[in-house]
Protein backbone atom coordinates (compact mmCIF):
# COMPACT_ATOMS: atom_id res chain seq x y z
CA UNK A 1 0.00 0.00 0.00
CA UNK A 2 1.31 3.27 -0.79
CA UNK A 3 -0.24 6.77 1.08
CA UNK A 4 -1.43 10.01 -0.92
CA UNK A 5 -2.28 13.51 1.05
CA UNK A 6 -5.63 14.73 1.55
CA UNK A 7 -4.47 17.84 0.02
CA UNK A 8 -3.35 16.69 -3.11
CA UNK A 9 -0.12 17.67 -3.52
CA UNK A 10 2.15 15.18 -2.07
CA UNK A 11 4.11 12.51 -3.28
CA UNK A 12 2.97 8.78 -2.95
CA UNK A 13 4.76 6.78 0.08
CA UNK A 14 5.44 3.63 1.43
CA UNK A 15 3.63 2.44 5.05
CA UNK A 16 7.17 3.12 6.98
CA UNK A 17 7.81 6.42 5.97
CA UNK A 18 4.26 7.22 6.96
CA UNK A 19 4.73 5.65 10.33
CA UNK A 20 8.30 7.79 10.99
CA UNK A 21 6.63 11.12 9.92
CA UNK A 22 3.21 12.56 10.52
CA UNK A 23 1.62 15.46 8.15
CA UNK A 24 2.22 15.57 4.07
CA UNK A 25 5.15 17.55 3.27
CA UNK A 26 1.63 19.65 1.61
CA UNK A 27 0.10 19.97 5.09
CA UNK A 28 -2.13 16.98 4.57
CA UNK A 29 -3.13 13.87 6.30
CA UNK A 30 -1.95 10.54 5.03
CA UNK A 31 -4.15 8.43 3.62
CA UNK A 32 -4.09 4.98 2.03
CA UNK A 33 -4.24 4.99 -2.27
CA UNK A 34 -7.37 2.50 -1.87
CA UNK A 35 -9.26 0.45 0.83
CA UNK A 36 -8.46 -3.04 0.69
CA UNK A 37 -11.35 -5.27 0.51
CA UNK A 38 -12.39 -7.71 3.34
CA UNK A 39 -14.56 -10.63 1.19
CA UNK A 40 -18.08 -12.11 3.28
CA UNK A 41 -15.86 -15.04 4.53
CA UNK A 42 -13.17 -13.49 5.45
CA UNK A 43 -15.24 -11.62 7.83
CA UNK A 44 -17.33 -14.08 9.29
CA UNK A 45 -14.41 -16.20 10.26
CA UNK A 46 -12.82 -13.12 11.75
CA UNK A 47 -15.38 -14.15 14.34
CA UNK A 48 -13.99 -16.88 15.36
CA UNK A 49 -10.01 -15.58 15.39
CA UNK A 50 -8.16 -14.79 18.07
CA UNK A 51 -7.39 -11.02 18.59
CA UNK A 52 -3.33 -10.83 17.28
CA UNK A 53 -4.89 -13.16 14.18
CA UNK A 54 -7.87 -10.53 13.31
CA UNK A 55 -5.20 -7.43 14.05
CA UNK A 56 -2.85 -9.68 11.50
CA UNK A 57 -5.49 -9.70 8.59
CA UNK A 58 -6.80 -6.46 8.73
CA UNK A 59 -3.36 -4.53 8.89
CA UNK A 60 -1.27 -6.70 6.41
CA UNK A 61 -2.85 -4.60 3.54
CA UNK A 62 -2.27 -1.56 5.14
CA UNK A 63 1.79 -2.32 6.13
CA UNK A 64 2.74 -4.14 2.89
CA UNK A 65 5.11 -4.32 1.49
CA UNK A 66 6.98 -2.16 3.85
CA UNK A 67 6.89 -4.50 6.86
CA UNK A 68 7.38 -8.27 6.53
CA UNK A 69 4.28 -10.73 7.41
CA UNK A 70 6.28 -12.45 9.97
CA UNK A 71 7.44 -8.88 11.40
CA UNK A 72 4.26 -7.32 11.86
CA UNK A 73 2.61 -10.41 13.32
CA UNK A 74 5.39 -10.39 15.93
CA UNK A 75 4.36 -6.39 16.75
CA UNK A 76 1.15 -7.45 16.87
CA UNK A 77 1.70 -10.48 19.53
CA UNK A 78 4.28 -8.37 21.47
CA UNK A 79 1.81 -5.21 21.99
CA UNK A 80 -1.51 -7.01 22.72
CA UNK A 81 0.23 -9.58 24.97
CA UNK A 82 0.52 -6.39 27.42
CA UNK A 83 -3.57 -5.90 27.91
CA UNK A 84 -5.10 -7.65 30.63
CA UNK A 85 -8.11 -8.80 29.28
CA UNK A 86 -7.36 -12.49 27.16
CA UNK A 87 -9.66 -11.05 24.44
CA UNK A 88 -7.81 -7.71 24.56
CA UNK A 89 -11.23 -5.91 23.53
CA UNK A 90 -13.99 -7.30 25.73
CA UNK A 91 -17.49 -7.35 24.18
CA UNK A 92 -20.36 -7.24 26.72
CA UNK A 93 -24.12 -7.28 26.52
CA UNK A 94 -26.42 -4.20 28.31
CA UNK A 95 -29.52 -5.33 27.19
CA UNK A 96 -31.98 -4.03 24.79
CA UNK A 97 -29.90 -4.70 21.69
CA UNK A 98 -26.92 -2.57 23.11
CA UNK A 99 -23.26 -3.58 23.48
CA UNK A 100 -20.78 -2.50 25.18
CA UNK A 101 -16.27 -2.84 23.60
CA UNK A 102 -14.27 -2.27 26.42
CA UNK A 103 -11.14 -0.76 24.84
CA UNK A 104 -9.20 0.10 27.90
CA UNK A 105 -7.31 -3.35 29.45
CA UNK A 106 -3.85 -1.62 27.89
CA UNK A 107 -1.24 -0.35 30.28
CA UNK A 108 -2.72 3.30 30.55
CA UNK A 109 -5.95 2.50 31.02
CA UNK A 110 -7.39 4.33 27.72
CA UNK A 111 -8.26 2.90 24.46
CA UNK A 112 -5.13 4.96 23.08
CA UNK A 113 -3.23 1.84 24.13
CA UNK A 114 -4.85 -0.35 21.31
CA UNK A 115 -2.94 1.72 18.39
CA UNK A 116 0.13 3.32 20.50
CA UNK A 117 1.26 -0.40 22.11
CA UNK A 118 1.47 -1.65 18.15
CA UNK A 119 2.79 1.91 16.61
CA UNK A 120 5.66 1.91 19.25
CA UNK A 121 6.45 -1.81 18.49
CA UNK A 122 6.39 -1.34 14.67
CA UNK A 123 8.41 1.96 14.93
CA UNK A 124 11.10 -0.34 17.12
CA UNK A 125 11.01 -2.39 14.12
CA UNK A 126 11.31 0.33 11.52
CA UNK A 127 14.29 2.06 13.01
CA UNK A 128 16.19 -0.83 14.45
CA UNK A 129 16.06 -2.39 10.60
CA UNK A 130 17.27 1.49 8.98
CA UNK A 131 19.56 2.44 12.05
CA UNK A 132 17.89 5.76 12.36
CA UNK A 133 16.94 7.20 15.10
CA UNK A 134 14.04 9.26 16.13
CA UNK A 135 12.96 12.02 18.12
CA UNK A 136 8.65 11.88 18.96
CA UNK A 137 7.44 14.96 20.18
CA UNK A 138 3.70 15.58 21.29
CA UNK A 139 1.28 17.45 23.11
CA UNK A 140 -1.47 15.88 25.26
CA UNK A 141 -4.05 16.68 27.48
CA UNK A 142 -4.00 13.59 29.54
CA UNK A 143 -4.38 10.32 27.69
CA UNK A 144 -1.99 10.35 24.72
CA UNK A 145 0.89 11.58 26.86
CA UNK A 146 1.09 8.51 28.96
CA UNK A 147 0.01 5.71 26.17
CA UNK A 148 3.38 7.22 24.01
CA UNK A 149 5.59 7.05 26.79
CA UNK A 150 4.49 3.80 27.63
CA UNK A 151 4.86 2.53 24.47
CA UNK A 152 8.41 3.53 23.54
CA UNK A 153 9.88 4.01 27.43
CA UNK A 154 13.24 2.47 27.17
CA UNK A 155 13.88 2.17 23.19
CA UNK A 156 17.42 3.66 22.72
CA UNK A 157 16.77 4.89 19.11
CA UNK A 158 13.68 6.61 19.99
CA UNK A 159 13.77 9.80 22.48
CA UNK A 160 10.32 11.12 23.59
CA UNK A 161 9.07 14.62 24.79
CA UNK A 162 5.76 15.22 25.73
CA UNK A 163 4.18 18.48 26.42
CA UNK A 164 1.21 18.64 28.73
CA UNK A 165 -0.46 21.95 30.25
CA UNK A 166 1.36 22.48 33.63
CA UNK A 167 -1.40 21.98 35.90
CA UNK A 168 -4.06 21.14 33.87
CA UNK A 169 -4.19 17.84 33.42
CA UNK A 170 -5.60 15.34 36.33
CA UNK A 171 -3.21 13.72 39.14
CA UNK A 172 -3.30 10.25 37.99
CA UNK A 173 -2.89 11.80 34.44
CA UNK A 174 0.14 13.41 35.37
CA UNK A 175 1.66 10.86 36.90
CA UNK A 176 1.36 8.40 34.38
CA UNK A 177 3.82 10.49 32.87
CA UNK A 178 5.71 11.81 34.86
CA UNK A 179 7.00 8.49 36.89
CA UNK A 180 8.65 7.25 33.91
CA UNK A 181 12.38 7.85 34.45
CA UNK A 182 13.66 6.11 31.43
CA UNK A 183 16.33 8.02 30.09
CA UNK A 184 14.45 8.69 26.89
CA UNK A 185 12.06 9.93 28.25
CA UNK A 186 11.28 14.44 28.93
CA UNK A 187 8.29 15.60 30.06
CA UNK A 188 7.70 19.28 29.60
CA UNK A 189 5.33 20.74 31.76
CA UNK A 190 4.14 23.68 30.03
CA UNK A 191 2.77 27.06 31.59
CA UNK A 192 0.20 27.15 29.43
CA UNK A 193 -3.38 25.46 27.84
CA UNK A 194 -3.29 22.67 25.72
CA UNK A 195 -3.90 24.74 22.95
CA UNK A 196 -0.40 26.32 23.68
CA UNK A 197 1.16 22.87 23.30
CA UNK A 198 -0.44 22.07 20.47
CA UNK A 199 0.89 25.56 18.68
CA UNK A 200 3.89 25.17 20.01
CA UNK A 201 4.17 21.57 18.28
CA UNK A 202 2.95 22.38 15.15
CA UNK A 203 5.33 25.19 14.63
CA UNK A 204 8.16 22.84 15.47
CA UNK A 205 6.84 19.84 13.28
CA UNK A 206 6.18 22.04 10.52
CA UNK A 207 9.80 23.19 10.63
CA UNK A 208 11.18 21.47 7.34
CA UNK A 209 14.58 22.03 8.49
CA UNK A 210 14.78 21.07 12.09
CA UNK A 211 11.92 18.20 11.31
CA UNK A 212 14.81 17.08 9.18
CA UNK A 213 17.81 17.30 10.96
CA UNK A 214 16.38 15.34 14.57
CA UNK A 215 14.13 13.27 12.60
CA UNK A 216 11.08 14.63 13.84
CA UNK A 217 7.49 12.26 14.13
CA UNK A 218 4.67 12.69 15.39
CA UNK A 219 2.06 10.37 18.05
CA UNK A 220 -0.89 12.01 17.57
CA UNK A 221 -3.77 10.07 15.72
CA UNK A 222 -2.22 12.51 12.61
CA UNK A 223 0.17 9.68 12.12
CA UNK A 224 -2.21 7.20 9.93
CA UNK A 225 0.15 4.16 11.67
CA UNK A 226 -2.61 5.27 14.39
CA UNK A 227 -5.86 4.79 12.78
CA UNK A 228 -4.88 1.07 11.12
CA UNK A 229 -5.03 -0.47 14.61
CA UNK A 230 -8.01 1.29 15.56
CA UNK A 231 -9.84 -0.72 12.29
CA UNK A 232 -9.55 -3.73 13.80
CA UNK A 233 -11.56 -3.58 16.97
CA UNK A 234 -14.70 -2.79 14.55
CA UNK A 235 -14.20 -5.21 12.41
CA UNK A 236 -13.65 -8.12 15.00
CA UNK A 237 -17.23 -6.61 17.03
CA UNK A 238 -19.12 -6.51 13.67
CA UNK A 239 -18.07 -10.02 13.02
CA UNK A 240 -18.90 -11.22 16.62
CA UNK A 241 -22.48 -9.51 16.35
CA UNK A 242 -23.52 -11.01 12.70
CA UNK A 243 -21.87 -8.74 10.47
CA UNK A 244 -21.62 -8.39 7.10
CA UNK A 245 -24.69 -10.69 6.96
CA UNK A 246 -26.42 -8.22 9.69
CA UNK A 247 -26.51 -4.68 9.99
CA UNK A 248 -24.54 -3.09 13.62
CA UNK A 249 -24.02 -0.05 14.21
CA UNK A 250 -21.50 1.96 16.49
CA UNK A 251 -21.29 5.03 18.94
CA UNK A 252 -18.07 6.15 19.57
CA UNK A 253 -17.36 8.84 22.25
CA UNK A 254 -15.33 11.76 19.80
CA UNK A 255 -12.95 14.01 20.03
CA UNK A 256 -10.29 14.27 17.53
CA UNK A 257 -12.44 12.18 14.87
CA UNK A 258 -9.80 9.85 14.78
CA UNK A 259 -11.75 6.37 16.16
CA UNK A 260 -14.75 6.88 14.65
CA UNK A 261 -12.80 7.32 10.99
CA UNK A 262 -11.41 4.07 11.68
CA UNK A 263 -15.19 2.79 12.08
CA UNK A 264 -15.48 4.66 8.71
CA UNK A 265 -12.32 2.67 7.15
CA UNK A 266 -13.80 -1.01 8.40
CA UNK A 267 -16.86 0.30 6.52
CA UNK A 268 -14.61 1.19 3.54
CA UNK A 269 -13.11 -1.94 3.60
CA UNK A 270 -16.62 -3.85 3.33
CA UNK A 271 -16.70 -4.93 6.99
CA UNK A 272 -19.91 -3.78 7.78
CA UNK A 273 -23.15 -2.03 6.99
CA UNK A 274 -24.47 0.39 9.80
CA UNK A 275 -24.36 3.63 10.78
CA UNK A 276 -21.61 5.44 12.89
CA UNK A 277 -22.83 7.55 15.73
CA UNK A 278 -20.69 10.81 15.87
CA UNK A 279 -20.82 11.44 20.26
CA UNK A 280 -19.76 14.84 21.44
CA UNK A 281 -19.44 16.33 24.55
CA UNK A 282 -20.45 20.32 25.09
CA UNK A 283 -17.09 20.85 22.86
CA UNK A 284 -19.80 19.89 19.76
CA UNK A 285 -17.91 21.04 16.73
CA UNK A 286 -18.69 17.59 14.87
CA UNK A 287 -22.53 17.58 15.79
CA UNK A 288 -22.72 21.04 14.47
CA UNK A 289 -21.13 20.01 11.18
CA UNK A 290 -23.04 17.13 10.61
CA UNK A 291 -25.98 18.83 11.60
CA UNK A 292 -25.87 21.84 9.93
CA UNK A 293 -23.17 21.85 7.02
CA UNK A 294 -20.57 24.44 8.41
CA UNK A 295 -17.42 23.74 10.31
CA UNK A 296 -16.79 26.33 12.47
CA UNK A 297 -14.52 26.16 15.89
CA UNK A 298 -15.16 27.95 19.05
CA UNK A 299 -13.32 28.13 22.37
CA UNK A 300 -12.89 25.16 24.30
CA UNK A 301 -14.86 24.15 27.42
CA UNK A 302 -13.31 22.31 30.46
CA UNK A 303 -15.86 18.97 30.97
CA UNK A 304 -15.83 16.04 33.03
CA UNK A 305 -14.67 14.59 29.71
CA UNK A 306 -11.43 16.06 29.18
CA UNK A 307 -9.92 14.15 26.55
CA UNK A 308 -12.59 15.11 24.24
CA UNK A 309 -12.25 18.84 24.92
CA UNK A 310 -11.18 19.67 21.55
CA UNK A 311 -12.57 22.27 19.15
CA UNK A 312 -9.98 21.25 15.93
CA UNK A 313 -10.93 17.40 15.10
CA UNK A 314 -8.11 17.26 12.93
CA UNK A 315 -9.02 13.72 11.64
CA UNK A 316 -12.33 15.01 10.07
CA UNK A 317 -9.75 16.26 6.92
CA UNK A 318 -9.58 12.49 5.71
CA UNK A 319 -13.37 12.36 5.88
CA UNK A 320 -13.54 15.22 3.64
CA UNK A 321 -11.55 13.52 1.83
CA UNK A 322 -13.68 10.41 0.94
CA UNK A 323 -16.42 12.92 0.90
CA UNK A 324 -15.10 15.01 -1.79
CA UNK A 325 -14.71 12.11 -3.93
CA UNK A 326 -11.36 12.29 -3.24
CA UNK A 327 -10.64 15.74 -4.16
CA UNK A 328 -7.40 17.47 -2.86
CA UNK A 329 -7.98 20.21 -3.91
CA UNK A 330 -11.52 20.76 -2.95
CA UNK A 331 -10.18 20.06 0.84
CA UNK A 332 -7.31 22.14 0.66
CA UNK A 333 -9.27 24.85 -0.96
CA UNK A 334 -11.57 24.23 2.61
CA UNK A 335 -9.08 24.36 4.59
CA UNK A 336 -8.18 27.59 3.42
CA UNK A 337 -11.47 28.85 4.07
CA UNK A 338 -11.32 27.63 7.66
CA UNK A 339 -7.82 29.53 8.52
CA UNK A 340 -8.88 32.88 6.18
CA UNK A 341 -12.59 33.17 7.66
CA UNK A 342 -12.92 31.03 10.35
CA UNK A 343 -15.06 28.24 9.39
CA UNK A 344 -15.92 26.27 5.92
CA UNK A 345 -18.90 24.90 4.35
CA UNK A 346 -19.83 21.53 3.40
CA UNK A 347 -20.54 20.61 -0.75
CA UNK A 348 -24.49 19.38 -0.45
CA UNK A 349 -22.72 16.08 -2.41
CA UNK A 350 -20.41 16.01 0.63
CA UNK A 351 -22.95 16.50 3.36
CA UNK A 352 -25.41 13.67 1.50
CA UNK A 353 -22.02 11.34 1.80
CA UNK A 354 -21.61 11.93 5.57
CA UNK A 355 -25.65 11.85 6.10
CA UNK A 356 -25.37 8.51 4.66
CA UNK A 357 -22.95 6.91 7.16
CA UNK A 358 -23.08 9.23 10.40
CA UNK A 359 -25.23 10.37 12.33
CA UNK A 360 -24.21 12.88 15.44
CA UNK A 361 -25.35 13.76 19.42
CA UNK A 362 -24.21 15.89 21.68
CA UNK A 363 -24.26 14.69 25.14
CA UNK A 364 -23.59 17.12 28.06
CA UNK A 365 -21.57 16.40 31.51
CA UNK A 366 -25.45 16.45 33.12
CA UNK A 367 -26.47 13.30 31.03
CA UNK A 368 -23.42 11.93 31.24
CA UNK A 369 -23.28 11.33 34.61
CA UNK A 370 -26.83 10.60 34.67
CA UNK A 371 -26.19 7.35 32.58
CA UNK A 372 -23.33 6.51 34.90
CA UNK A 373 -25.10 6.99 38.03
CA UNK A 374 -28.32 4.59 36.32
CA UNK A 375 -25.72 1.94 35.60
CA UNK A 376 -24.42 1.34 38.74
CA UNK A 377 -27.60 1.80 40.36
CA UNK A 378 -28.60 -1.67 37.88
CA UNK A 379 -25.76 -3.27 38.90
CA UNK A 380 -24.42 -2.84 35.13
CA UNK A 381 -21.28 -2.04 34.56
CA UNK A 382 -19.22 1.38 35.95
CA UNK A 383 -18.74 3.50 32.97
CA UNK A 384 -16.04 6.52 32.72
CA UNK A 385 -17.54 10.20 31.90
CA UNK A 386 -15.92 9.48 28.40
CA UNK A 387 -17.59 6.01 27.57
CA UNK A 388 -20.99 7.01 29.37
CA UNK A 389 -21.23 9.63 26.82
CA UNK A 390 -20.96 7.03 24.15
CA UNK A 391 -23.68 4.93 25.69
CA UNK A 392 -25.72 7.88 25.81
CA UNK A 393 -25.75 8.63 22.34
CA UNK A 394 -26.46 4.59 21.65
CA UNK A 395 -29.60 4.49 23.92
CA UNK A 396 -30.52 7.77 21.75
CA UNK A 397 -29.90 6.19 18.31
CA UNK A 398 -30.59 2.71 18.76
CA UNK A 399 -32.46 0.81 15.92
CA UNK A 400 -34.87 -1.94 16.42
CA UNK A 401 -32.97 -5.16 15.74
CA UNK A 402 -29.67 -3.43 14.87
CA UNK A 403 -26.93 -4.19 17.72
CA UNK A 404 -25.45 -0.86 19.06
CA UNK A 405 -21.90 -1.29 20.02
CA UNK A 406 -21.10 1.38 22.44
CA UNK A 407 -16.85 2.29 22.83
CA UNK A 408 -15.76 2.23 26.19
CA UNK A 409 -12.44 4.41 25.65
CA UNK A 410 -11.26 4.71 29.32
CA UNK A 411 -11.23 2.99 32.74
CA UNK A 412 -13.60 4.40 35.20
CA UNK A 413 -10.95 4.37 37.99
CA UNK A 414 -8.29 6.66 35.57
CA UNK A 415 -11.59 9.24 36.31
CA UNK A 416 -12.26 8.93 39.91
CA UNK A 417 -13.74 12.56 40.70
CA UNK A 418 -15.93 12.48 38.17
CA UNK A 419 -17.10 8.91 38.57
CA UNK A 420 -17.30 9.66 42.60
CA UNK A 421 -19.46 13.05 41.71
CA UNK A 422 -21.69 10.89 39.73
CA UNK A 423 -22.37 7.44 42.22
CA UNK A 424 -21.69 9.15 45.22
CA UNK A 425 -19.06 6.20 45.81
CA UNK A 426 -15.31 6.24 44.52
CA UNK A 427 -14.46 3.66 41.92
CA UNK A 428 -12.02 1.19 42.62
CA UNK A 429 -8.65 2.41 41.70
CA UNK A 430 -6.70 -0.77 39.65
CA UNK A 431 -3.35 -0.83 42.19
CA UNK A 432 -0.98 0.02 39.48
CA UNK A 433 -2.57 3.42 38.88
CA UNK A 434 -3.07 3.97 42.83
CA UNK A 435 0.91 2.67 43.34
CA UNK A 436 1.48 6.02 41.32
CA UNK A 437 0.90 8.37 44.26
CA UNK A 438 3.95 7.06 45.85
CA UNK A 439 6.56 7.28 43.01
CA UNK A 440 9.35 9.65 42.11
CA UNK A 441 7.95 12.29 39.34
CA UNK A 442 10.44 14.17 36.91
CA UNK A 443 9.34 17.12 34.46
CA UNK A 444 11.07 19.98 33.72
CA UNK A 445 8.21 23.22 33.70
CA UNK A 446 9.06 25.23 30.91
CA UNK A 447 7.78 29.04 29.69
CA UNK A 448 4.90 29.16 27.08
CA UNK A 449 7.05 29.94 24.08
CA UNK A 450 8.31 27.78 21.11
CA UNK A 451 11.99 28.91 21.92
CA UNK A 452 12.00 27.64 25.06
CA UNK A 453 11.18 23.97 23.77
CA UNK A 454 13.15 24.38 20.60
CA UNK A 455 15.96 24.98 22.68
CA UNK A 456 14.74 22.23 25.46
CA UNK A 457 14.24 19.68 22.64
CA UNK A 458 17.76 20.66 20.68
CA UNK A 459 19.66 20.20 23.89
CA UNK A 460 18.18 16.85 24.47
CA UNK A 461 19.06 15.67 21.11
CA UNK A 462 22.22 16.28 21.50
CA UNK A 463 22.62 14.67 24.53
CA UNK A 464 21.53 11.07 22.95
CA UNK A 465 23.91 11.59 20.42
C1 LIG B 1 -8.68 10.29 22.98
C2 LIG B 1 -9.92 9.88 23.70
C3 LIG B 1 -11.19 10.00 23.10
C4 LIG B 1 -11.41 10.63 21.75
O1 LIG B 1 -10.83 9.87 20.69
P1 LIG B 1 -10.60 10.56 19.25
O2 LIG B 1 -9.89 9.53 18.46
O3 LIG B 1 -9.76 11.77 19.52
O4 LIG B 1 -11.94 10.89 18.73
C5 LIG B 1 -12.29 9.54 23.81
N1 LIG B 1 -12.15 9.01 25.05
C6 LIG B 1 -10.95 8.89 25.66
C7 LIG B 1 -10.88 8.32 27.03
C8 LIG B 1 -9.79 9.30 25.01
O5 LIG B 1 -8.59 9.17 25.62
Known sequence: MRYISTRGRAPAVPFDQVMLSGLAPDGGLYMPEAWPQLGADEVRAIATRTYPEAALQVIKPYAAPAVPLPDLYSAIIAAYGRFEAAEVVPLTGLGGGLHLLELFHGPTFAFKDVALQLLGKLMDWGLRRSGKRALIVGATSGDTGSAAIEALRGLAQVGVVIMHPHGRTSAIQRRQMTTVLDGNVRNIALEGNFDDCQAILKTLLGDGELATRLNLAAVNSINWARIAPQIVYYVVAAAKLGAPDREVDFAVPTGNFGDVFAGYCAQAMGAFRGRLIVATNENDILYRTIETGRYEPRGVVETTSPSMDIQVSSNFERLLFEASGRDGALVARLMADLKGQ?????????????????????????????????????????????????????????????????????????????VQQATGVPPQIPARLAALETMEERYDVLPNGTQAVRAYIEAFAKDRN
Open 342 to 418: GYFDLTPAMRAFIAARFAAERVTAADAASQIAAMAATGGPLLDPHSAIGVVAGHRRRRPGVPMVCLATAHPGKFPDA
